[in-house]
């Protein structure tokens, strides 16, 4: 009868201990993207940093198309990026204000990342999830402004991490300063009529 009753106890403490070393794995992953980049990261290097044997990792995730989702998904939930629902109806101001605090907060990650993606297959999955929540807060900004290509580019060239990577950190703008220009461009677009042929 008592060994019945530690059963369930000894499958759910293994069950607990396995989700650690998960998570322990998919941490050490997410350290070593951002400092060394997912090109340089080995699933070797990830064992030794999480403490644990290789096979571990690979009984974990068989492959890098699983480490590398399971990391992404880890990092974007201990930060979420904006959510495009939040932004109908702000402020451009306010819309590139957040976004512009999340570059800050996941710049060395994201600046890896956008390095290795060419060199890293595996990295497809969570590019492409990236790729559509960027559609996504574009068409939020796009709502109620006008159709017009070159506001539809200014904001997107405004929502664009190499912008505002060359603008805080080449050009030395405050974030302010650069939230402004880059309102300034995309009201500028709007302002912009083709001259009439002759």
Same mark, same amino acid.
């Given at each position: 009868?008592?060994?019945e009753?530690?059963?369930?106890?000894?499958?759910? =403490?293994?069950?607990?201990?396995e989700?650690?070393?998960? =998570?322990? !794995? /998919?941490? %050490?992953?997410?350290?070593?993207h951002?400092?060394?980049?997912?090109?340089?990261? /080995?699933?070797?290097?990830?064992a030794?940093e999480?403490?644990?044997? @290789? *096979? /571990?990792?690979?009984? +974990?995730?068989?492959?890098?198309?699983?480490?590398? #989702?399971?990391?992404? $998904?880890?990092?974007?939930?201990?930060? &979420? &990026?904006?959510?495009?629902? *939040?932004?109908?109806?702000?402020?451009l101001?306010?819309?590139?204000?957040?976004?512009?605090?999340?570059?800050?907060?996941?710049?060395?990650?994201?600046v890896n990342?956008?390095?290795?993606? &060419?060199?890293?297959?595996?990295?497809a999955? &969570? +590019?492409?999830?990236?790729? *559509?929540?960027?559609? %996504?807060?574009?068409? $939020?900004?796009?709502? #109620?402004?006008?159709?017009?290509?070159?506001? %539809?580019?200014? !904001? #997107? +060239?405004?929502?664009?991490?190499?912008?505002?990577?060359?603008l @805080?950190?080449?050009?030395?703008?405050?974030?302010?300063? /650069?939230?402004?220009?880059?309102?300034?461009?995309?009201? $500028?677009?709007?302002?912009?009529?083709?001259?009439? !042929? =002759?």
């Open positions: 009868m008592a060994s009753k530690k059963r369930p106890y000894n499958k759910r =403490r293994r069950a607990e201990q989700d650690e070393t998960r =998570r322990r !794995i /998919t941490e %050490a992953a997410m350290r070593l951002g400092t060394v980049g997912p090109a340089r990261t /080995t699933i070797k290097e990830v030794a999480a403490g644990v044997q @290789r *096979a /571990t990792v690979y009984r +974990h995730f068989p492959d890098l198309e699983s480490l590398f #989702g399971a990391c992404s $998904a880890h990092w974007v939930s201990l930060n &979420p &990026p904006p959510d495009p629902a *939040a932004w109908e109806g702000d402020s101001e306010a819309a590139l204000t957040e976004l512009y605090a999340w570059y800050e907060w996941g710049e060395a990650m994201l990342v956008r390095r290795d993606l &060419p060199l890293v297959s595996a990295m999955g &969570p +590019h492409a999830a990236f790729d *559509a929540l960027f559609a %996504a807060l574009h068409a $939020a900004l796009m709502a #109620g402004r006008p159709k017009r290509k070159r506001v %539809a580019a200014a !904001i #997107g +060239h405004a929502l664009e991490f190499e912008t505002w990577r060359s @805080r950190r080449g050009q030395g703008l405050s974030r302010r300063e /650069t939230v402004e220009l880059m309102v300034a461009l995309v009201e $500028a677009a709007g302002r912009i009529r083709r001259p009439a !042929i =002759r």
